[in-house]
């Protein structure tokens, strides 16, 4: 049996469990283990996990797992949790750099738990009859909807995720209608495999296909099922985008001790 200590955090209702890797204590943990861990039966319950972990060149380095165990890509909301539990750990000094699977991101701390979150540059936007396809550290198809509340997002979003195109590598599903000042998102996350109360890169890449025709600064309220986000960036040709923040709650809801085998 192996005791780890870990740390449960949420942003906007994407849950994590997240462990202090700096020393390597936990490289020992296996995908079914990380499975396990984040079952909502049988072990803590989350959408994924997250290992902080050491680097030479930055402040610290993410290392992300989906709730199915396997390594994944860049994980949104994840990043901005991470970052707010590096700030907890005594790690930085409010403004941060580190290294994710896609590159490197830059984020910073403004009051309790409110992060803002560098993305990676957009430039490529796969523009189709009735949807949108872009990567923003994960792979994400984008559909504009009449009524997002009344969406099956479950059977709808495991449609398109293992239809002929997607269904080796998979894809997260986004589906948005435009709301107030700005857009509602509902997303099926693969990795998951289900409807989360909210994601990151998701929401981002929805801001972005929700922009208008003129190159200039947009910032985009978002409201997901789990709360409020805003997706800031500047959009610099018809299908780029720089500068692309990720800004919204982390929360740290517990900690514990667990024993696993």
């Not at 049996?1 to 202090?20: A, E, L, R, S």
């Not at 199915?68 to 970052?83: K, Y």
């Not at 993305?119 to 189709?128: I, K, L, P, S, T």
């Not at 289900?194 to 200039?216: M, N």
């Amino acid at each position: 049996m192996n005791q780890i200590h870990f740390y449960k955090y949420q942003g906007t209702g994407n849950d994590f469990v997240i462990m202090d890797n700096r020393e390597g204590q936990y490289n020992w943990l296996t995908d079914e283990q990380v499975h396990e861990l984040c079952d909502r039966r049988f072990g803590i319950g989350a959408d994924g996990l997250m290992l902080l972990n050491n680097s030479e060149d930055y402040d610290f380095a993410m290392k992300y797992y989906n709730a199915d165990g396997r390594e994944g890509t860049m994980c949104g909301n994840g990043g901005r949790c991470l970052v707010a539990f590096a700030h907890k750990m005594g790690v930085g000094n409010g403004t941060f750099s580190f290294i994710a699977v896609d590159g490197p991101h830059e984020a910073t701390i403004d009051g309790d738990n409110w992060v803002n979150l560098k993305m990676q540059n957009v430039d490529d936007v796969e523009h189709g009859p009735l949807y949108y396809y872009l990567n923003t550290g994960s792979p994400h198809f984008v559909k504009f909807v009449d009524d997002v509340q009344s969406t099956d997002v479950f059977d709808e979003g495991r449609k398109i995720r293992y239809n002929e195109r997607f269904a080796e590598v998979g894809t997260n599903v986004n589906f948005v209608q435009p709301f107030e000042n700005g857009i509602f998102v509902r997303t099926y996350e693969r990795g998951v495999e289900d409807e989360t109360y909210s994601c990151g890169t998701g929401v981002t890449a929805a801001a972005l296909t929700f922009a208008g025709k003129e190159e200039q600064e947009y910032v985009i309220p978002v409201q997901t099922l789990g709360g409020q986000l805003e997706v800031k960036f500047i959009k610099t040709g018809e299908r780029s985008f720089e500068d692309i923040w990720l800004c919204g709650p982390a929360t740290l809801v517990f900690e514990g001790q667990m024993q696993i085998r």
